[in-house]
């Protein structure tokens, strides 16, 4: 059993005096009984997220900030087959103009239906092809570009961006540059689209662009692939920090309490923590007694520890 934990451990300030109030009697019987093995230290400002690196490393992936392939993954498991060539994820969004930024609003947000997810496909796909990318629809949210262009573009996760400033994440390299300019064109191609104007007319968000992530060549999977559970992801994105705790505690009561009674049985098991900059995962420690005490006397507290993530 290996259970991966996204957005553990948040990194505002609102955040962390959630953390600080909450209570995870399990998460912490668990960590007693286990002792840190691996660590993964990175800043808030790498391009993948501390989740999307500890993937890759239990798949045995080959890459770098930025560049694993999980367009390409995604679309082996939407039907398509990548095959040799290099993909990227496209995802509608929603960019909001603020007074000073530029931000991206969560996807989900938008509510795209199957219908109305092709029809603005449809409507940019030329904007794509005529530039030499192979355009595929995978879902409402999953779109697919495949081009050789794409095999080292460094871009940064969807995750990363989620109600920030998008000048901030994006690229600078002459690729970079092309999906720049076709983000510009898109905009266009859908500003007063017939769809988006009825979305707007009924008090919804228009779909306004696009994000590219997860570029990269498909890579054989050399492990396999961890449970990951993803119930802390949105409200963290959205900085729901009410609901984030309420989440953590249904994972406590829930997923981690299996794992504390598979620990205790004696099973195989790894405990993935992902924060915003760092990942750290814990196994087993030995059994004995003497080690059992040592561990728990000189283990970290949980606070110390998440808000180290």
């Known amino acids: 059993m290996h259970l991966l934990i996204p957005f553990a451990a948040p990194f505002s300030e609102a955040g962390r005096q959630r953390l600080s109030a909450l209570a995870l009697p399990n998460l912490k019987a668990l960590l007693g009984r286990m002792a840190e093995v691996e660590r993964d230290a990175g800043d808030e400002w790498s ?41 990227g994820l496209l995802t509608p969004t929603h960019w909001h103009l603020g007074t000073e930024q530029v931000s991206l609003l969560d ?99 228009p779909v306004n662009s696009f994000w590219l992530s997860g570029c990269g060549v498909a890579q054989e999977e050399a492990g396999p692939a961890p449970q990951v559970d993803e119930r802390l992801r949105a409200p963290a994105l959205n900085e729901d920090w009410a609901a984030w705790g309420q989440a953590w505690q249904a994972l406590d009561g829930g997923p981690l309490a299996q794992a504390l009674a598979a620990a205790r049985r004696g099973e195989t098991l790894r405990l993935t923590l992902c924060g915003e900059r760092a990942w750290a995962a814990f196994e087993p420690a030995p059994t004995g007694l003497l080690h059992r005490l040592r561990a728990r006397w000189a283990a970290p507290g949980i606070l110390p520890l998440l808000e180290a993530l």
């Open 47 to 87: 391009g993948s997220t501390p989740q999307e690196r500890a993937l890759a490393r239990a798949l045995g992936w080959r890459g770098g900030d930025g560049r694993w392939p999980w367009a390409a993954r995604l679309a082996r498991a939407d039907g398509i087959e990548p095959g040799k060539q290099a993909w």
């Open 107 to 205: 996807p989900a947000e938008l509510g795209l239906d199957e219908a109305a997810s092709r029809a603005l496909f449809d409507a940019v796909r030329g904007l794509f092809t005529s530039e030499g990318f192979a355009l595929h629809y995978g879902a409402p949210l999953r779109w697919y570009v495949a081009h050789d262009s794409l095999a080292s573009l460094a871009t940064a996760s969807l995750d990363r961006v989620i109600g920030r400033n998008v000048d901030a994440w994006l690229g600078k390299s002459p690729s970079a540059g092309l999906i720049r300019r076709l983000q510009s064109e898109v905009q266009m191609r859908l500003h007063g689209h017939p769809l988006n104007e009825a979305r707007v007319a009924a008090g919804r968000l």
